[in-house]
């Protein structure tokens, strides 16, 4: 396989005007008939058409009304190169493909006998020839034609103009996009589908056509994806005065996708994950999902359709930042303080789990890469959730106006263009009056920093002195790193739990908190006027993704937790504390020793979860322990079996010992009424579940009451799915059994259901590798849907570290096996499935010596996708 590399960019030697696209949609035989106005682009040298398809057959050629000869272009696999063009060219092409043995759901093909596009990035040379490439923008005309009675609804971008009749059994739809956008964000449905709909009036008086379209019978799901995309709409007028710029936009939600949604300009596509909901079928955390996707392809519409990305290394350009505003969207969604806090340690939740490991093992890389073998390997937690966090510390170093104004220059200057992170961060520069020249180190240095800090406190001077250094672990293909512009929130607490007022470096800060910007390897800052030995809250709402050091006593992690005025940090205390106690508890298991927890960190706990004053949803945060991943990435050598034991050994203490207050807490977080998703309740449920999960941890038969009454009388999914997992997990078999054989016969006809019955199983540490396979002959099975290989296949390697990690090696061999069946039906799912391996070189060396050999077993197979290979042998390197 070929890498591809940054500084290789050229522009396209020929710019294209106008596309016109025909079809006629067959699921065996579709005819694609393109005509691409083109004229040569002066700033290319290069004087030949460089076209891209893929897996499709070429009919014919004309150039300018001529049928090319097959000597007059050359076609590759890849490509079609037609060389010498004149400098105005109309290219007439036709292509056939068979949309019904598209596994790899890329490009145009059938699920559920209905016909979607998915392009991005590099689906759309798999319907046509085209210059297949983000900064190739073109004005898009699309003619549908097929059966009627099969496929009664034909959609695509922009606007429709045309529809009617052709005789034979068969109807056309005509549609124009207005706007110029690359060939990535072209769409088209073909499909048997109903759809909810409202004109929508916006800010600037106009009224749009919102539709939301989903297979019959499911119509009952679409409320909330409605309501998200209407608050969508309202949100970006209002926070960055941002309007719909088209006439209709339409959602399509399928069952087959590969990821959670796509943003095609005014036809979104998603995955029903990412649509369907009612109180029946869909969890609280589904319901934010839905806002949040729905936010998030929405907001696509100005930052990733109408500004672009030049080339595909740019992909952060539009994803860290998209992110970034549909985050800001959740939060303001809830619009309280504690709320926003609560999202914000979700995110650090998922920076930790997901984006630390993958930022220190294989396959680590810029958030704007300089090389890739298949893009699509790219669409990452760097890319996205770190790329966000990059975006936030624009808004942490010039405020939210600052940032507001830096958002107005980028779109004064690149609207309909197809530009680079510089682009960005020179608006946010110059709309600001900053120099973001050593910013850039945030987009081509790799790797987590890792800031620490030492302080000193002088009484009779009353100062007290904060040093902060910084440094960042080598990554692949960087062994050396230059200081990053960290911005460094900090605050001071008194004994009495109150902020301390703050004058920095001889300036007085207006809040109590101050940003510090730490930009050399070691900086340090004077604090005047402290009259008391301070407790220091740092990098307070998670204002960088970096590991901080700070050699913290029990005792002042204790008053933060107790005190700090900062939510994400009152929390950050008591993952702290608990991380400690969780790795004594790892290293004594492994030393074959007795386990015990001390009083200090229960204690915290119970007065945290007493205290009607929090928040239940922060409360929650507060009581959930670091995970099991997160556990083993703070460890050199990782024993997951070790691990497991040492968490599963605290939860149980924890249970044991805070009984009462979390039965206490169980019933007064009731929700009882009609449902609703609001946080609010959201958190009361999350609370009260929590208790639940703890209560069976080691249940007696109250416990095991509590949750099958709880099962059995659910009025939403949340509540039935928690108390599904509570029972799962309680080690009374005969009663996990039982529930999960309802909860199947309840809800078969329900794949997203079925779906969350897969994954809880998965997850379960009863359940091993031979178990999985047993399911895997479940009539509900395929690999072919990626939901569903999801559900039981990654939810077992990713979430079951205890079962997979066995000593044997059987779930090596066996994600081996899945890895191999995915990647001939769908090499990225499959290459997905690859990256479960990445950190393999931390574990003890028995099980180090298995994961070798399963990653060299995939490496062998002959055929592999550029995906996987890509993925195994940066892993094996
Ligand atoms: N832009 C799409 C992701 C496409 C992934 C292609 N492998 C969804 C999103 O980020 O909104
Ligand atoms: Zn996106």
Redesign the pocket.
């Known amino acids: 396989p070929q890498t591809i590399y940054r500084k290789d960019y050229t522009p396209p030697s020929f710019l294209v005007d106008s596309v016109e696209l025909g079809f006629d949609l067959d699921p065996a035989r579709t005819i694609v008939a393109s005509r691409i106005r083109m004229r040569h682009n002066p700033a290319s040298s290069s004087r030949s058409i460089e076209l891209h398809g893929e897996h499709i057959e070429l009919v014919q050629v004309r150039l300018n009304g001529k049928v090319l000869k097959p000597s007059q272009y050359k076609l590759t696999a890849s490509t079609l190169t037609i060389p010498k063009a004149p400098d105005e060219v109309e290219l007439d092409i036709e292509t056939i493909l068979a949309p019904q043995d598209n596994t790899s759901l890329s490009g145009l093909y059938v699920s559920n006998h209905n016909f979607f596009t998915?392009c991005?990035?590099e689906g759309f040379r798999r319907i046509t020839f085209f210059p297949d490439r983000p900064d190739v923008m073109a004005r898009y005309t699309v003619m549908l034609r097929a059966d009627k009675a099969k496929y009664p609804v034909l959609l695509s971008n922009g606007n429709l103009i045309e529809e009617g009749d052709l005789g034979d059994g068969r109807h056309y739809a005509k549609w124009e996009d207005p706007f110029k956008k690359p060939s990535y964000l072209f769409a088209l449905v073909a499909a048997k589908l109903v759809c909810q709909e409202e004109h929508f009036k916006l800010a600037d008086g106009r009224t749009v056509l919102l539709q939301v379209w989903v297979e019959e019978g499911n119509l009952d799901k679409t409320d909330y994806a409605m309501q998200s995309l209407k608050n969508s709409i309202r949100w970006d007028e209002e926070r960055f005065g941002l309007e719909l710029d088209l006439d209709r936009f339409m959602i399509v939600a399928v069952g087959d996708f590969?990821?959670?949604?796509?943003?095609n300009k005014g036809l979104n596509i998603f995955n029903t994950k990412y649509v369907l909901a009612n109180p029946r079928v869909a969890t609280d955390v589904d319901y934010a999902g839905i806002e949040a996707v729905v936010g998030?392809?929405y907001f696509?519409n100005w930052t990733?359709n109408r500004v672009t990305c030049r080339d595909w290394f740019q992909l952060s350009l539009k994803?860290g930042l998209?992110v970034f505003r549909d985050q800001e969207f959740s939060a303001d969604m809830i619009g309280t303080d504690t709320g926003r806090a609560v999202t914000r340690i979700d995110q650090v939740r998922t920076l930790r789990q997901a984006q630390f490991p993958e930022d220190a093992g294989p396959m680590a890389h810029p958030v704007r890469p300089d090389s890739f073998v298949e893009i699509?390997n790219f669409?990452t937690v760097t890319i996205?959730e770190k790329g966000a966090e990059v975006v936030r510390m624009y808004q942490t170093l010039v405020g939210r106006e600052g940032f507001r104004k830096g958002m107005d220059l980028y779109f004064a200057r690149h609207d309909e263009q197809a530009v680079q992170c510089d682009d960005f961060r020179a608006a946010m520069a110059d709309a600001n009056d900053r120099d973001f020249q050593q910013f850039e180190r945030w987009y081509s240095q790799a790797g987590t920093p890792v800031v620490k800090a030492a302080s000193q406190y002088d009484a009779a001077a009353q100062t007290f002195t904060l040093t902060l250094s910084q440094s960042c672990p080598a990554t692949p293909g960087q062994p050396q790193k230059l200081p990053f512009h960290i911005p460094v929130t900090v605050g001071l607490l008194g004994a009495d739990g109150c902020d301390l007022s703050l004058i920095v470096d001889g300036v007085a800060a207006e809040t109590n908190s101050v940003v510090l910007e730490l930009t050399q390897a070691e900086q340090t800052f004077v604090f005047a006027q402290v009259k008391e030995a301070p407790v220091p809250s740092l990098l307070r709402d998670f204002s960088a993704p970096v590991v901080l050091q700070y050699d913290y006593s029990d005792a002042q992690l204790l008053h933060l937790f107790r005190h700090d005025s900062d939510p994400v940090n009152r929390w950050e205390a008591g993952q702290r504390l608990a991380m400690a106690r969780l790795l004594k508890l790892t290293a004594a298991h492994a030393a074959g020793e007795t386990l015990s927890l001390d009083d200090t960190f229960i204690e915290a706990q119970r007065a945290l979860l007493a205290d009607d004053t929090l928040d239940a949803a922060f409360r929650e945060l507060a009581l959930i322990l670091p995970s099991e991943t997160i556990i083993a990435e703070q460890l050199a050598q990782v024993d997951p079996h070790a691990i497991h034991a040492a968490r599963q050994f605290m939860r149980r203490t924890i249970a044991e010992a805070l009984k009462p207050e979390l039965l206490a807490q169980y019933h007064a977080n009731l929700t009882p009424g009609d449902y609703s998703p609001d946080a609010l309740s959201a958190g009361k449920r999350a609370l009260k579940n929590l208790a639940l999960a703890y209560l069976l941890v080691a249940p007696g038969k109250e416990e095991l009451a509590l949750a099958q009454q709880q099962f059995d009388s659910a009025g939403n999914m949340t509540d039935r799915a928690a108390a599904l997992v509570a029972l799962i997990h309680s080690g009374d078999e005969a009663a996990a059994q039982a529930a999960l054989a309802d909860f199947y016969r309840d809800f078969s006809g329900e794949a997203l259901v079925v779906d969350k019955w897969f994954a809880m199983q998965a997850a379960a540490p009863t359940t091993d590798v031979a178990a999985v396979r047993q399911l895997m002959t479940h009539p509900a099975f395929t690999l072919k849907n990626p939901n569903r290989a999801r559900s039981l296949i990654f939810s077992f390697a990713n979430g079951n570290p205890s079962q997979f990690h066995t000593q044997d090696g059987s779930g090596y061999a066996f994600w081996a096996e899945q890895v191999i069946a995915l990647d001939a039906l769908n090499p990225?799912v499959a290459a997905r499935l690859a990256r479960s391996m990445d950190r393999w070189r931390r574990y003890a060396p028995a099980l180090q010596e298995h994961m070798r050999r399963a990653l060299e077993r995939v490496a062998a197979k002959k055929n592999l996708s550029n995906d996987v290979m890509e993925v195994v042998s940066k892993a094996l390197s």
């Not at 590969?258 to 943003?263: K, Q």
């Open positions: 998915q991005e990035a590969n990821m959670g949604a796509m943003e998030h392809e696509h990733g994803e998209t699509n669409y996205y990225q």
